[in-house]
């Protein structure tokens, strides 16, 4: 199982960026996937998920600024980020599964990318 991620990078505050991830080893069009973030010393934030028939599911902290798509012709889950704020600073994983977590939990998951560096600064 393999989770290729590209795009990040470096963006002003409200700017916009978009992470790519293609999943190669797995059966895509009917598995769950999701985004999550991480920063030093802390454990896995869940910033959004998509189910295998197309419905989103986002925490309160990135609901109408993240949008996650997914593309089954090509293997292929996006991560739209609007409106950026420093706090969105991370470094920014897809994976395979979808848990909605309590308020304030991490998640975990067995397969996930390589990680893409997301820094939102002035």
């Known amino acids: 199982v393999l989770l290729m991620q590209s795009g990040g990078g470096s963006v002003q505050p409200g700017g916009s960026l978009r992470l790519s991830c293609v999943v190669s080893?797995?059966?895509?069009?009917?598995?769950?996937l999701s985004w999550a973030r991480q920063t030093p010393g802390k454990g896995l934030e869940w910033v959004g998920g998509?189910?295998?028939?197309?419905?989103?599911r986002y925490p309160e902290s990135v609901k109408g600024r993240f949008t996650v798509s997914r593309d089954n012709s090509k293997n292929e889950v996006s991560l739209q980020m609007n409106n950026l704020k420093p706090e969105d600073t991370a470094v920014y994983y897809c994976a395979i599964g979808l848990i909605v977590p309590d308020p304030g939990y991490d998640v975990e998951y067995v397969y996930r990318g390589q990680g893409t560096q997301v820094t939102v600064t002035s």
């Open positions: 080893g797995f059966p895509f069009s009917t598995s769950a």
């Open positions: 998509i189910y295998s028939n197309g419905t989103t």
